[in-house]
Antibody, heavy 121, light 110 residues
Framework: QVQLVQSGAEVKKPGASVKVSCKAS????????MNWVRQAPGQGLEWVGI????????WSAQKLEGRITMTRDTSTNTVYMELSSLTSEDTAVYYC??????????????WGRGTLVTVSS | QSALTQPPSASGSPGQSVTISCTGT?????????VSWYQQYPGKAPRVMIF???KRPSGVPDRFSGSKSGNTASLTVSGLQAEDEADYYC??????????FGTGTKVTVL
């Protein structure tokens, strides 16, 4: 069965970087795009970015451009999301979510359990 | 990119229908047939209920339906059940390989 297992919670200081992993199993990583979505405490969902694990191309929310890097390691079936220059506004649960259908479809059919990233001095 | 606009709350009695709106612009909702809807329970990951405006993934009850007119998309839940009480978010492709979520709607079953 398809599973997305994310790395554990992180506490970072302002200005630091964080790298969240999402290990996929039960399917071929390179066959599906992977989204990243975040949710600040008590707030709504926010789209972070999307990566094509086949070639490694990625696209991100404009507000995060320059601070976000999405990568993948096909040998371990893992995608990564790294966010730098953290501020308190980056405190959120970060989810990875597989795109079940085409790139544009919004069919996020499998989700990780989320990784809480807390930015605090 | 601004979030799509949803009403903060909606409610209905068991068996009734509730419709949630999701208003964007011609650059997102109105420009593409790529609107999706997600259900989220507190402390849980979201679940896709509708994608590409009106397609329902396998396993999603047919009580859930989606539609779109102009810059506004809608999710209708018919025959409300207690288990439908949750937060609902819309999302749309917004061009240039980006996506945007809605502000979210809390559905209460009275």
């Amino acid at each position: 069965q398809v599973q997305l297992v994310q790395s554990g919670a992180e506490v970072k200081k302002p200005g630091a970087s964080v790298k969240v992993s999402c290990k996929a199993s039960g399917y071929t990583l390179t066959d599906y795009y992977m989204n990243w979505v975040r949710q600040a405490p008590g707030q709504g969902l926010e789209w972070v970015g999307i990566i094509n694990p086949r070639g490694g191309s990625s696209w991100s929310a404009q507000k995060l451009e320059g601070r976000i890097t999405m990568t993948r390691d096909t040998s371990t079936n893992t995608v990564y999301m790294e966010l730098s220059s953290l501020t308190s506004e980056d405190t959120a649960v970060y989810y990875c979510a597989r795109v079940g259908s085409g790139f544009y479809s919004g069919d996020l059919d499998y989700w990780g359990r989320g990784t809480l990233v807390t930015v605090s001095s | 990119q601004s979030a799509l606009t949803q009403p903060p709350s909606a409610s209905g009695s068991p068996g009734q229908s509730v419709t949630i709106s999701c208003t964007g612009t011609s650059s997102d909702v109105g420009g593409y047939n790529y609107v999706s809807w997600y259900q989220q329970y507190p402390g849980k990951a979201p679940r896709v209920m509708i994608f590409e405006v009106s397609k329902r993934p396998s396993g999603v009850p047919d009580r859930f339906s989606g539609s779109k007119s102009g810059n506004t998309a809608s999710l209708t839940v018919s025959g409300l059940q207690a288990e439908d009480e949750a937060d609902y978010y819309c999302s749309s492709y917004a061009g240039s390989y980006t996506f945007v979520f809605g502000t979210g709607t809390k559905v209460t079953v009275l």
